[in-house]
């Protein structure tokens, strides 16, 4: 089964709103990584954050990690239409090494 | 862009024949990694290799075989391909460093008729 488990599935909202996406794992991690893909595209990494972290922010991003409740989250402010895609979480489990597990992303859609 | 380059992008096979999906990279990264992804199934890893000839299975490994005998190409084999092999293929990096980023090719489509 997978890791990471991203709710909600699909997301649609307007241009300049935000958006808020949820991941939550099973097992203790070494960090967890938030990934985009454009449709018919590969994933591009978009931020990590580690186990001894609780928030990071890169521009528009801003995630959260909440270990005890193993959970984290990733919010996209002001949101444009080219914000439009698939976000996936992925975790590097404390006993997988050089391993990621994925989730099943959220479909974000940003209407004009 | 990361330096990956996966081959062929596109393919339509029959079932039972072998196909062999190409990544090769240009960034000489240690770890390499075959995914694929499904509707409703997200990405799962088929293989990795964290060397030339070092590989492990990953979770949905049974009907695939890997090689590397290049630091910067990794083979994976269908060696009879079958209807539920039909998936996008992703190849992936990464670096030395422990919880680094990985990065990811453009994906195959492979749809096995």
């Known amino acids: 089964s997978q890791q990471g488990e991203e709710d909600p599935q699909a997301l649609s909202i307007q241009e300049g709103e935000n958006a808020t996406m949820n991941c939550s794992y099973k097992?203790?991690?070494?960090?967890l990584q938030w990934y985009r893909q454009n449709s018919g595209r590969g994933l591009v990494h978009l931020i990590l954050i580690r186990s001894n972290e609780r928030e990071k922010h890169s521009g528009r991003l801003r995630v959260t990690l909440d270990t005890s409740k193993k959970s984290s989250s990733l919010l996209i402010t002001a949101s444009r239409a080219a914000d439009t895609a698939s976000y996936f979480c992925?975790?590097?489990?404390?006993?997988?090494?050089?391993?990621?597990?994925f989730g099943e992303g959220t479909q974000l859609t940003v209407n004009p | 862009d990361a330096g990956i380059t996966q081959s062929p992008r596109h393919k339509v096979t029959e079932t039972g024949t072998p196909v062999t999906l190409r990544c090769h990279q240009t960034e000489n990264h240690r770890y390499m990694y075959w995914y694929r992804q499904d509707p409703g199934h997200g990405l799962r890893l088929i293989h990795y290799?964290?060397?030339?000839?070092?590989?492990d299975k990953g979770e949905v490994s049974d009907g695939y075989s890997v090689s590397r005998s290049k630091t910067e190409d990794f083979l994976l084999t269908l060696e009879s391909a079958t209807s539920s092999q039909t998936s996008v293929y992703f190849c992936?990096?990464?670096?030395?460093?422990?919880?680094?980023?990985?990065?990811f090719g453009e994906g195959s489509w492979l749809t096995v008729v």
């Open positions: 097992t203790s991690i070494n960090n």
């Open positions: 290799s964290y060397g030339v000839k070092d590989t």
């Open positions: 992925a975790t590097r489990e404390e006993t997988s090494g050089s391993r990621l597990t």
């Open positions: 992936a990096i990464s670096a030395l460093n422990p919880g680094n980023t990985i990065y």
